[in-house]
């Protein structure tokens, strides 16, 4: 691999990590409503999680999928689902007349394994092991060197997000905007669904 492919698979990692999409809606709406601590292993599940989905796409997957695929449509589908399934929780996670947010955190195991419904994570994963890995390293290297540049670039830009969400918090003093910002989030998360369904 060359310094100009590494720099190359880092800035794609940044890019992919740091830009909308369901992990990162998901840690903003989770900062604004449990704050940065409670949100922390929400954030190292999406990490870790995602990192570790990138090394089984690199050693595993992309062939499963290659034999066999009806297991994209069965991703599409289980994603579909879950995910609306999450934007409905998030949409309701306020009471009307009650300040308290309802629910939990997602945990650090809840986070991980979203990742595997998550249809940009699986982009991100298969796009950067098929254009990255390099060809002349074993698939094991190769795929975790893609999964380790992944989980360096990967948590600094969730922090962001979470991070944007508790300085939102200050400002949904109420029921009524909190409700107001938890439904655009649900919102946009059911609209982060659009290009995998038009796929």
């Not at 990138?54 to 879950?82: D, E």
């Not at 929780?89 to 939990?104: F, L, M, Y």
């Amino acid at each position: 691999m060359t310094h100009v492919t590494l720099l190359l698979l880092i800035q794609f990692a940044f890019a992919s990590s740091i830009t909308p999409g369901p992990n990162n809606l998901m840690l903003m709406a989770s900062g604004a409503n449990y704050g940065m601590r409670r949100t922390i292993p929400h954030m190292l599940g999406v990490s870790l999680g995602h990192a570790f989905m990138v090394l089984m796409i690199g050693l595993v997957l992309l062939r499963a999928f290659a034999a066999f695929p009806i297991l994209n449509t069965l991703l599409t589908i289980g994603a579909t689902l879950y995910m609306t399934w999450l934007a409905w929780k998030i949409a309701t996670a306020v009471p009307p007349e009650a300040r308290a947010v309802e629910g939990r955190p997602f945990t650090f195991l809840q986070a991980a394994a979203f990742q595997w419904v998550n249809p940009k994570a699986w982009v991100m994963g298969i796009t950067a092991i098929t254009a990255f890995a390099p060809q002349d390293w074993s698939v094991f290297a190769g795929s975790l060197l893609v999964a380790g540049v992944f989980l360096c670039t990967n948590l600094p830009s969730i922090t962001v997000w979470a991070a944007l969400g508790v300085q939102v918090r200050r400002f949904l003093g109420t029921a009524q905007r909190l409700r107001i910002f938890n439904v655009t989030m649900a919102v946009l998360l059911i609209a982060s669904l659009y290009p995998m369904l038009v796929h």
